[in-house]
C-alpha cells in the first residue's frame, strides 16, 4: 500500500537556523516524491519534485530535499530559515502522470525570532 | 501565475444539508480533482474527473459525493446529506493535458464545518 509518513507534527526553529523535515514513503513502483508548503490562506504550492536522475534537487525558496531509496526517504532541508517560511509543508508521493497524490499528514514549521 | 479558484473560503452547515463547493480551474486545465484534509489528518484524494466523467474515485467518495463541470469554467463537488465527519478542508486541483504531476495546481481550500 501506498503511504506517507511524515513523523513530526510540529517543528520550531529560530530564524537563521537550519531545518530538516522528515518523509519516509512506502510505495510498490518507482516513486515520484514531492514536496508542498501551504502558508495561511493559501494553496498547496509546489517546492520541489523528485521523478529520477540526481537525488539531491533544489526548489524554490531555497529548500532542497534528498532521495534516500535504501531509507525510503525523502527529507526538506534549508540551511537558513526565513520568518516567512512559517508554514505546513506536505510530502507527497505518486505517479508522473498518475490521477493521484498520496500525502502525509504534514508539519507545521514555526519559526522564532 | 495562474490560479485555481474556490468559494467560498469557508462554509458552515447543518447536519443533513446539501452543500455544494465551487472551483474555477486554471483555463485551459482539462484534468480536475477534488482532495481533502481533514483536521489534524492527511490531505486524501477523492476524486479525479477528465473528458466529463470521473476517472477515478477514492473509497471515501461514496454515493453522498457527486462532480460536476456544468459549464466551461466551474467544477463542483456536491455533498448529498452532509455528515458531521464531513467537515474538513477540501482542496480542488487542475492540470493540463497530458501533463505531469509537477503542473498539478490547488486551490487555497474551502473550510466546510457541518454542525
Known amino acids: 500500500a501506498q503511504s506517507v509518513t511524515q513523523p513530526d507534527i510540529h517543528i520550531t526553529v529560530s530564524e537563521g537556523a537550519s531545518l530538516e523535515l522528515r518523509c519516509n514513503y512506502s510505495?510498490?513502483?518507482?516513486?515520484?516524491l514531492f514536496w508542498y508548503v501551504q502558508s495561511p490562506g493559501q494553496g498547496l504550492q509546489l517546492l520541489l519534485k523528485?521523478?529520477?536522475?540526481?537525488?539531491l534537487v533544489q526548489g524554490i525558496k531555497g529548500f532542497e530535499a534528498e532521495f534516500k531509496r535504501s531509507q525510503s526517504s525523502f527529507n526538506l532541508r534549508k540551511p537558513s530559515v526565513h520568518w516567512s517560511d512559517a508554514a505546513e509543508y506536505f510530502c507527497a508521493v505518486g505517479a508522473v502522470y498518475g490521477n493521484k497524490l498520496v500525502f502525509g499528514a504534514g508539519t507545521i514549521l514555526r519559526v522564532k525570532s | 501565475e495562474p490560479e485555481v479558484t474556490q468559494t467560498p473560503s469557508h462554509q458552515v452547515t447543518q447536519m443533513g444539508q446539501e452543500v455544494i463547493l465551487r472551483c474555477v480551474p486554471i483555463?485551459?486545465?482539462?484534468?480536475f480533482y477534488w482532495y481533502r484534509q481533514i483536521l489534524g489528518q492527511k490531505v486524501e484524494f477523492l476524486v479525479s474527473f477528465y473528458n466529463n466523467e470521473i476517472s477515478e474515485k477514492s473509497e471515501i467518495f461514496d454515493d453522498q459525493f457527486s462532480v460536476e463541470r456544468p459549464d466551461g469554467s466551474n467544477f463542483t463537488l456536491k455533498i448529498r446529506s452532509t455528515k458531521l465527519e464531513d467537515s474538513a478542508m477540501y482542496f480542488c486541483?487542475?492540470?493540463?493535458?497530458?501533463?505531469?504531476?509537477?503542473?498539478?495546481?490547488f486551490g487555497s481550500g474551502t473550510q466546510l464545518s457541518v454542525l
Open positions: 523528485y521523478f529520477s536522475g540526481d537525488t
Open positions: 483555463s485551459n486545465h482539462l484534468y
Open positions: 486541483a487542475s492540470k493540463g493535458t497530458d501533463s505531469t504531476n509537477e503542473k498539478l495546481f
Open positions: 510505495y510498490g513502483a518507482t516513486p515520484y
